[in-house]
Structures are given as C-alpha cells and as structure tokens.
C-alpha cells in the first residue's frame, strides 16, 4: 500500500558525498520546478491511501521558496 510521497526536489546539494546514492552536489541540475510540483501534489491527492509527503534532495533548502510554496 502506498502511503507516502517521497519528492527528490533537487539533485543540488552543498555536500558531495562519496556515499550518496543519488550522486547529488554543487554541480547537480534538475530541480522541480512550481509548476511540477503542484501537478505532483495534485496527482497525490487522488491516491486515498497516501499521507504522507517528503521532501529530499539533494539539498531541498537551496530551493526554500519552491519547497515552502510546497
Ligand atoms: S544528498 Fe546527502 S549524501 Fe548526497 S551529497 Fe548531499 S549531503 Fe551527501
């Protein structure tokens, strides 16, 4: 059962960690834009069993105007 949401915002990241799954850094593009991620939030909503939505990164707070709209 799906119960949760989990937004990778941005592959951005201030850290460049040899463990990172993701292989996020300074260098990373590919951030949600506004626009994407309302369509995401809207498409979640449909889905009765989900409660929950994370925000990861990456660094999500390089983009704090996009994650608090969020
Ligand atoms: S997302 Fe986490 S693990 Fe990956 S580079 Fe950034 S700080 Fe390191």
């Avoid at 951030?31 to 069993?49: A, N």
Wanted: glycine letters at 10%.
């Amino acid at each position: 059962m799906l119960t949760g949401i989990h937004v990778v915002l941005t592959y951005q990241c201030t850290g460049e960690c040899d463990h990172c799954f993701l292989h996020c850094g300074p260098q990373r593009e590919g951030t949600f834009t506004l626009l994407q991620l309302r369509e995401l939030l809207h498409e979640s909503k449909k889905i009765p069993t989900v409660d929950t939505v994370y925000f990861e990164g990456g660094e999500p707070f390089l983009f704090y105007a996009v994650l608090l709209e969020g």
